[in-house]
């Protein structure tokens, strides 16, 4: 058929079924060449869709998926299947308000058969698809591809061990690629490593079976008596062969950029009549030597130069991840009972410095949300002082262990919830806007949100000598606007100079960083008709939101909710005392939020005053950079300005 100019000008489901082996191979390298293109210009998830290339495009070649049903895991290695499912003019748009998503979304396309963003779930999709074939007798093949880590959450072996009991014969591909979002740890990483040296026991599986049934009259006896002896040799050859122990045919290990061994092995698997684990190697970041050479930094990445692989926008070299890092690295240092816990995100929650630091105190336990907080809550038992660093939207997986495991113990575990709010890019699986209104309603915790570095210290520094469970939650990115805003802004309070080296960093405090009581609400401006009740973050918007409001002549005051819980109720009572309108702004869910708590106590009053409450709505917020969101949803500063007009008016 040949090779076409474009990436755009391909019809994939036709032209990849006539290709030949070195056009297929030609093909990849232009789909490498247009990935590099176009997410060096918008960022999103590089690393895993590099590696991931030629095993995406022969699942396309061997499988039908007009009728064949391809789950993928930890979605952002799912890049390819979207350009060869016709959305390759969408990719300037990827990860842009209203643009292509950069996980699979039902909405964006009918091959997209599953909203994916979070690890570890294929295979119990796979068990819901695999079930409702079996009941209405249709056909079809269910594909899970897993791996880039996903094998070390839970959940994968409750979907595997489910999987085989289900009566209805699936393909599970593991993507084994050595790595997660960091390197890979973990029984299971060490297990998968033995495996890909251990090619030879198919073969020795196969010669066995042939040469013992090839004896005449006695030889199928034989073959069938040393079934014990075959599980020996196998189990010698690898390491357990857990796959096949629990009822799959074991596949591999395959080179997954070899185009001859996939297109071989997905044949097999599809003619197999028992479900499958077809085990692939593949290398993250293949074709790029950058993405090689540093898999972990191009895993998830902004706009970058593609020669040199540096990024285009320079960040700001504080971000609350380092600030709390560096802080914790501080504080262990005259507290040994602190220890760092990690969900295979170490580097992006800033815990990098403290593992090189104290390799001893630092458990990187994999794609586990659940078992970490659950392992935290029996460090804090023991006497121990853990902190767990955990993105927010992950966080959401261990609801349960939180609540028995950790609060019902009264385990002094901290919970550092980084990316708190909106984040951006990554959309309805990634935003955080749901852990205050979760937490906060935990009997034995406290729930703290910092609006500056000064403030996240301060609360760290509290949170590893209290008694009880503590959560911080803080957002990505930095303070600097809101110090900004905060110096330009009439403040009756001081501004106080925390000087580290030859930085110097500025944040608002009673009397510095000492004497922060981080419990105690700060009104920071004082105002007469309307006083605004700003959760972390958010403390921008509402300075922003004050600056209009007062060009139109309302008078606005300004606090900084620090704790979400307990909820400082004396400062609400004193504020509703002093103003006839009180609005309450944060970057988090209403239904439950700090916002109702507000309203639920002053309803019980008989105070005049009103309440208005801004917040997220009832609702999955869709993909954008933060302030577009914001904007679009009214939480910016001119939205909170004309909400706060109309309330009044």
Sequence with gaps: MGIKTRIEDYNFKEDLGTMSLREMELLAIQIRSFLLDKVSKTGGHLASNLGIVELTMAIHKVFDIDKDKIVWDVGHQ???????????????????LDGLSGFPK???????????GHSSISVSVACGFAAQKMIDNEDGEIIAVIGDGALTG??????????????????????????????????????????RVSNKYGALKSNVRTVLKSVPKIGEKIYKEVGTLKNHIRDSVVDGVMFEKIGYLYLGAVDGHDFKSLLYYLALAKKSKESVILHVLTEKGKGYRNAEINPSKFHGIGAFD???????????????????????????ESNENIVAISAAMLDGTGLEKFAEKFPNRTFDVGIAEGHAATFAGA????????????????LQRAYDNIIIDIALQNSPVVLAIDRAGVVGADGETHHGIFDMAYLKNIPNFEVFAPATFMELEAMLEYSVYAK??????????????IISLMTKSHSSKKIYNKTDGANTVEAIAEDGISEVDVHKSLELK????VMILSVGDMLKEAFKASDILEQVGLDIGIANVRCVAPIDKDFILDIAKRYEYIVTVEDGIKAGGFGESVSAILS??????TVLNIAWDNRFIEHGTQDELKHRYGLDGIGIAERITKFIN
């Design 78 to 96: 799912s890049y390819v299947h979207k350009i060869l499912t016709g959305r390759a003019h969408q990719f300037d748009t990827l990860r842009q």
């Design 106 to 116: 039902r909405k964006e396309s009918i091959y997209d058969y599953f909203d994916v």
């Design 154 to 195: 839970g959940l994968a072996y409750e979907g595997l061990n489910n999987l085989a009991t289900i009566g209805r014969k699936s393909i599970v591909i593991i993507n084994d690629n050595g790595m997660s979002i960091g390197k890979n740890t973990g029984g299971l990483s060490k297990h998968l490593a033995r495996v």
């Design 306 to 332: 593609v020669e040199t692989g540096a990024l285009k926008k320079t960040q700001s070299e504080n971000s609350y991840s380092s600030v709390f890092g560096d802080k914790l690295c501080s504080l262990a």
């Design 379 to 394: 460090l804090g038992v023991a006497g121990k002082k853990p902190v767990l660093a955990v993105y927010s939207t992950f």
């Design 468 to 481: 009880n469970p503590v959560a911080i939650r803080y957002p990505r990115g930095n303070d600097n606007e």
């Design 526 to 529: 004082n105002g007469k008709n």
């Design 604 to 609: 019980e009053t008989k105070l005049n005053v």
